[in-house]
């Protein structure tokens, strides 16, 4: 079976994992972390969207309007609602998935206080328009989602460093993980102050018991991503029977995980040590995947392919078609796994249809129509080629 999503994760990590006397591994992390990213500071988080309500809160935003994507993770407007603000959406734009930076200015009010500005799936965003719009409006917070784009360029300039700061999400799903785990980085010695004081006040230590039980979280990843465990899991996945243990969220309700104020763990930050040293490798693989789709799956009329641009993460490859259903169930018949990854538009979901939202009329035909292709290192040349073969030779029309 080949998984949609797979962490490159394996020995390594485990061993370095288990390295319980080399302490003092959360710093090592930070600055390690800071110069890949090429920016002064970094700070770790047990998560992004903690990073993101500590960012927002050290703004001084609370009571303020945050304008985010209508078409990104919905931690994003949770973590946004949990600092004491209140979203506002803006619709995504066709061509790339990311915020329409044209509708941008129109959502911006008195009470804005800040823009969250994604690179989704590793596509960068026009940071020529994040300039003109910072240019505009100089009192607006600009904050860089780079959950999906770590190292992503806009004409050779990180997505990172444009804006006052940015935070990345470090989870299994994630270009390179420490099990769970987020980081924030900045230029701003202020900011940085003020991060490192809310942590010591905000977050509880880590207990020896969280560090088992993520030790334990890394093993079981490890173990369910071999691809004959997979398989079963898969078949239990479909049967309905994970139904509990996997939908990650509810509709109906903004929620933060119960461990969110909990810091990150050495463990994690041995595990994300080890992933920094194989993150250009990650990229690089992503990237020739994504060549492969974009030359092999051209011809294939039902198929809208993302734009390849040379500074892409290429975190995710995803496609759209009205006959997602079909593919996904003919490639499972093949041993292929596909699925769709961000199957909702936020301000059509329960608890945020009441939030202001700047509507294109574009994202609301995403869901159902999403799929993301394979380009984790568990897919190789060969499994990538089988995949284009396969979609090339469905018949849906
Ligand atoms: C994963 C993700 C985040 C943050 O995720 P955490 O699970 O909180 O670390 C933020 N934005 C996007 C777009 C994401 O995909």
């Avoid at 993520?214 to 004959?228: D, G, H, Q, T």
């Avoid at 078949?235 to 994970?242: H, N, Q, V, W, Y």
Wanted: glycine fraction near 6%; hydrophobic fraction near 45%.
């Amino acid at each position: 079976m080949l998984a949609r999503l797979k962490a490159d994760l394996g020995l390594a990590e485990i061993l370095a994992a288990l390295s319980f006397w080399r302490g003092g591994a959360v710093q090592r992390f930070e600055s390690r972390f800071s110069e890949m990213v090429g920016q002064k500071h970094a700070i770790a988080f047990p998560y992004g969207r903690t990073g993101l309500v500590a960012l927002l809160k050290v703004m001084g935003l609370e009571g303020r309007e945050v304008i985010c994507p209508a078409y990104t993770c919905v931690v994003v407007p949770h973590a946004i609602v949990t600092a004491g603000c209140t979203p506002v959406f803006v619709d995504s734009a066709e061509a790339d998935f990311n915020m329409n930076l044209a509708l941008l200015e129109s959502a911006v009010s008195e009470k804005t206080g800040a823009v969250i500005i994604t690179s989704i799936f590793g596509h960068p965003a026009d940071l020529d328009a994040v300039r003109a719009f910072r240019v505009r409006f100089p009192h607006i917070k600009i904050i860089q989602d780079c959950a999906h784009s770590f190292l992503a360029c806009w004409n050779g300039e990180r997505v990172n460093v444009v804006g006052d700061a940015a935070f990345f999400g470090l989870n299994v799903s994630k270009i390179m993980t420490s099990v769970f785990g987020g980081m924030v980085s900045t230029d701003s010695d202020e900011l940085n102050q003020k991060l490192h004081f809310l942590s010591s006040e905000l977050l509880k230590p880590a207990s020896r018991k969280k560090s088992l039980l993520r030790l334990a979280y890394l093993v079981s990843v490890v173990v369910a991503f071999n691809k004959v465990v997979y398989g079963l899991v898969n078949r239990l996945e479909r049967s309905g029977f994970l139904d509990r243990f996997v939908k990650y969220y509810d509709e109906s309700v903004v929620e933060m995980p119960s461990d969110y104020l909990i810091s990150m763990t050495d463990v994690e930050a041995r595990v994300g040590l080890v992933q920094c040293k194989k993150y250009e490798k990650i990229v690089a693989h992503r990237r020739q995947l994504a060549g492969i789709y974009h030359r092999e799956l051209r011809s294939v009329s039902f198929v809208r392919l993302p734009q390849l641009l040379e500074g892409s993460t290429c975190s995710h490859f995803v496609i759209r078609t009205k006959y997602a259903v079909e593919i996904i169930s003919y490639m499972l018949e093949h041993g292929v796994q596909l699925g769709e990854l961000i199957d909702y538009q936020i301000p059509s979901m329960s608890s945020y249809t009441d939030a202001s939202f700047l509507d294109g009329g574009v994202s609301k035909h995403w869901p159902g129509q999403v799929i993301n292709l394979p380009v984790h290192m568990g897919c190789s040349i060969k499994d990538a080629e089988r995949l284009c073969y396969l979609l090339k030779n469905i018949k849906v029309e």
